[in-house]
């Protein structure tokens, strides 16, 4: 190595080793120049976030009233208007994908994490969960289109809905089995011990000790689901209408969302509708930012505890 | 049929075997998940069928020449997606140099002990906001923000260094360049997590056995760290790759949905999943197989970079807890 | 290894139980973990209303045995039991026998103290609730807290947590768990490693209480405990001759005669400390 031939070289050449930092060395000034570096990256890599949100404050923000959420979006040379139906839309449909993909993940990571954790079964779920988490959200678009929207012959929310649920349940899941493995061994060993059957186990000590933690995967799920445009483009289409209409729910009819509304509205050339996309984005972060916040705050009791 | 235990125990013991129902119950709920965790198994298996079964008439009628074909006219029934599949590659390729630099550094800095914890977790939260953000906000950023931002100095680099392939048209609008750099900020947040997870799990008496030797901070990093968590770093990028290859909003609204094949960073192209994302919707029933038969080959690349990210990813594990195979 | 020690030979393994009425007849002819052979050739009586104490140098195989008197080792991937264990007179092995049921009536309580991440009075009413008993849990409750000597210390804040309880306290809060439901035998695994001498001593004196209802089986690395709380000593071994760690018994006696007066050689060299 080099630095022995130069420590030998310095015993050489002067009487004692020189021991003060000095940036004349090369070896130093290469450290620092990459120090700087890496810092001067890490910095700027900062930088898009900032400008996000500041455009987002600055563009949305002056648009920003009560009736955004009272009122549906205007039409081409129409000023005003709001998103009121998106916003429902993208609950709505947030909240179906996760009727479908919570139950359906915590029950297959209590199999992964509890009852047959190193089975061949396990780890072929465990590969197809993974297989989805890297999944392209249009190709779930794509699927929910084929499954449900030629099945049912319409666009609809429980379409949409589908689609979303195919990209929460991995992460559903995946975090679940992991907050479940957390539970310590021995207060499970301590309920079986008394005699609780495997799945009084599960539902009265592992489940609410890894409560906090799969509750975190159900709104990093939720907010990714939230943000998601590709997966409702052709399976929700969009709408300029409330989803109740009359008091009668128009869940099999095209269902508006947040997502694809900024998405259609951005490339507009009508200055009002572009002025409600900056809107529409601003709330979709607070609201993904609002769930993801909530996520972390239940997370972090779950180390202090 | 069972044996109970019951028989001569303490008058009052309250102690009595499980009831008929909590068997039943337990039998249940365990056959219950097992069904589920099969559901998932079914539910790829599914998905594969779905897209693979209505994408077969037009891969029966095109077949290969799909792959290799250059036009996309609907209302001469000609389709060919090679321009699709050079864009998606060629923005996913820009994207990865960019975020696998970015984020690999920004790794790097924040796990070799450069900042004091508690600016090291901000910058951690900063960078994992990014990932919070939604696609279609940052097209709509990219829209309003990037290209005006980018277009007098790629114009001028196109007016003064134009003889160079990547810069021989002038940007007008959506094109290459913004797309990717918008694309390398969405996979930088993964790209650098994984980097920061393969980086903290080198143990760390290497990294004091290199300091004891007398090596500065970056000989340390750069001869040894590095080295030790390669096969993670190198998995984080395959994987940021694949999220890549599949984002779909961002290039829908940043790239330009021109079907062109183009070295060239300032020129518009299109992408697998942003010629879905903008033709599905009004496709008929034609163009619909067709568009299925694209979707299938966007899955087919998507699964085989992951299945390889993946594989390196259990590979980097193996290695580091021992195993070295 | 000179010795061995099968049961057939009945050297020193003929348990002397001087006619007690035995709860559990515990006689392992091999036990093993995958291809490792843990235990083999120990007959060891659980009588009634006594503390019997495993006692032996550690990897003995002492948890392993008294693991095997509620079924606790099924747990363990790649465990295969080869002999029985009588409880009243019913094999706890056999086929139609569920662990389940066994584990209602033979309580166990941990080397670590180990209640669940809910309030105390809940944690004590776990069991209650799992062989589904409506009435009188409170009471319940209370009477199994005072049988733990915990009732005076935790009566006014039963709804905070069982984990927010000293060491000592989660132990007895542990035992208070077991006993609630009222099982026929307590199994302490090493109940006391965890504590300090003072936490220690309260359960010593807890466990010599609750012999007057129940019968308990004890594993301890803790030559002093054994002689203070047991009656009845098994002192196991461990007989490396075949390449493995087997663990086998050497001794059962009365507690005062196997300490004062061992018959064998190795019992002797161990209670004299001169390995461990």
């Known amino acids: 190595m080099s630095n022995q ?21 090369p070896r130093t000034l290469v450290s620092s120049l990459l120090s700087l570096l890496t810092g001067f990256v890490t910095v700027v890599a900062c930088v898009p976030l900032f400008s996000v949100l500041f455009m987002l404050i600055y563009r949305g923000g002056k648009r920003l009233s009560l009736s955004l959420f009272t009122q549906t979006p205007p039409s081409a040379f129409e000023s005003g208007g709001g998103f009121g139906n998106a916003i429902v839309g993208t609950l709505t449909m947030v909240g179906i994908a996760a009727l479908i993909s919570v139950p359906f993940g915590v029950l297959a990571a209590v199999f992964l994490a509890e009852f047959g954790p190193k089975s061949k079964t396990a780890s072929a779920v465990r590969f197809c969960a993974k297989l989805l988490t890297g ?33 929460m349940l991995p ?36 489940l609410p000790s890894a409560m906090p933690g799969m509750l975190t995967g159900v709104m990093l799920a939720v907010a990714r689901a939230s943000g998601e445009t590709a997966p409702l483009l052709f399976t929700a289409l969009n709408s300029n209408y409330w989803i109740m209409q009359d008091g009668n729910l128009a869940l099999m009819e095209p269902t508006a969302s947040l997502a694809v509304l900024i998405f ?39 180390v202090t505890r | 049929m069972a044996i109970t235990l019951e028989g001569d125990v303490p008058i009052d013991s309250v102690a009595s075997p499980p009831s008929r129902l909590d068997i039943a119950g337990d039998r249940t709920f365990r056959g219950l998940t097992y069904v589920f965790s099969w559901m998932t198994i079914f539910l790829v298996l599914y998905i594969v069928y779905e897209i693979a079964g209505k994408a077969f008439p037009a891969i029966q009628e095109y077949g290969f ?63 994992e906001l990014l990932a919070a953000i939604p696609s279609v906000v940052y097209g709509l950023w990219g829209i309003y923000v990037v290209i005006p931002a980018l277009r007098p100095t790629a114009n001028w680099v196109h007016e003064h260094l134009g003889w160079i392939p990547f810069f021989e048209t002038s940007l007008s609008g959506p094109g290459m360049l913004p797309a990717a750099m918008v694309l390398s900020i969405m996979i930088l947040p993964t790209i650098s997590a994984v980097s920061r997870d393969a980086l903290c799990s080198v143990p760390h008496r290497l990294k004091e056995a290199a300091f004891g030797l007398g090596a500065t901070r970056w000989e340390a990093i750069l001869g040894v760290i590095l080295p030790t968590s390669a096969t993670g770093i190198f998995g984080a990028l395959v994987l940021g790759f694949g999220r890549a290859l599949g984002e779909t909003m961002a290039l829908a609204m940043l790239v330009g949905n021109s079907n062109q094949v183009s070295l060239s960073l300032f020129s518009p192209a ?56 | 290894m000179i010795m061995t020690n099968t049961l057939d030979s009945s050297i020193v393994a003929e348990p002397n139980t001087n006619g007690k009425n035995v709860v559990i007849d515990c006689k392992i002819r091999n036990l093993y973990y995958g291809k490792f052979r843990a235990v083999r050739d120990s007959h060891i009586p659980v009588e009634e ?24 080792n099924d747990l363990v991937r790649g465990f295969r039991f080869d002999g029985h264990v009588h409880f009243r007179g019913k094999d706890i092995y056999h086929r139609n026998v569920d662990p389940v049921a066994v584990r209602r009536y033979i309580g166990m309580v941990f080397q670590q103290p180990n209640p669940f991440a809910m309030s105390i009075y809940n944690n004590v009413a776990f069991g209650l609730r799992l062989n589904r008993v409506k009435d009188d849990i409170p009471e319940r409750v209370e009477s199994a807290l005072r049988g733990a000597a915990l009732w005076d210390e935790v009566k006014d804040k039963l709804k905070n947590s069982g984990l927010s309880l000293s060491g000592g306290q989660q132990q007895r809060l542990c035992i208070a768990r077991a006993i609630a439901t009222e099982p026929t035998v307590l199994l302490m695994d090493e109940p006391c490693s965890a504590l300090d001498p ?55 006696e009365d507690t005062g005669q196997l300490f004062e007066d061992p018959k064998e050689e190795y019992t002797k060299q161990y209670i004299r400390g001169e390995f461990s």
């Open chain 1, 135 to 167: 999944f392209p959200s249009i190709l779930a678009g794509v699927f929910a289109y084929a499954a449900v929207v030629l099945m049912t012959g319409s666009y609809s929310a429980p379409a949409g809905g589908v689609a979303l649920s195919i990209l």
């Open chain 1, 264 to 302: 259609n509205f951005s490339g507009v050339p009508f200055e009002s509708q572009i002025e409600l996309a900056w809107a529409a984005a601003l709330v979709l972060v607070l609201i993904v930012l609002a769930v993801n916040i909530g996520g972390q705050v239940l997370s972090r009791k779950r």
């Open chain 2, 270 to 325: 299109n992408t697998l999943a942003a010629l879905l994302a903008n033709n599905f919707p009004e496709a008929g029933k034609l163009e619909e197989g067709v568009l299925m038969y694209a979707a299938l080959i966007l899955m087919a690349i998507t699964l085989l970079v992951n299945l390889v990210g993946t594989a390196i990813m259990n590979r980097a594990q193996r290695r580091l807890s021992g195993g070295e195979r």
């Open chain 3, 49 to 72: 209303g006594q503390v019997t104490a495993f006692i032996g140098p550690s990897g003995c195989g002492k948890s392993t045995a008294l693991r095997c008197l509620n079924r606790m």
């Open chain 3, 198 to 252: 003072i936490a220690t001593r309260r359960i010593e004196e807890l466990m010599t209480e609750l012999k007057e209802k129940y019968t308990i089986a004890v594993v301890t690395h803790n030559l002093q405990q054994a002689q203070r709380v047991a009656d009845k000593t098994a002192f196991m071994y461990v007989d490396t001759s075949d390449g493995g760690r087997t663990g086998y018994l050497v001794e059962y």
């Open chain 1, 5 to 25: 031939i130069e420590i030998t070289h310095s015993f050489a050449g002067v009487d004692f080793p020189q021991l003060e930092r000095s940036l004349r060395h």
């Open chain 1, 171 to 206: 992460i559903v899941m995946l975090t679940a089995e992991e907050s479940i493995k957390m539970v310590p061994h021995k207060m499970k060993e301590a309920a079986i011990g008394m005699g609780a059957t495997q799945t009084q186990v599960v539902w009265r000590v592992t």
């Open chain 2, 65 to 127: 020449g799909f792959v290799t074909g250059t036009t996309w006219d609907a209302n001469r029934g000609e389709f060919g997606v090679f321009p699709e599949i050079w864009g998606t590659l060629y923005s996913s390729i820009l994207a990865l140099m960019l975020g696998g630099f970015f984020g690999v550094s920004i790794a790097i800095f924040l796990t070799q002990d450069f900042l004091p914890p508690k600016l090291e977790v901000v910058f951690k939260n900063i960078v």
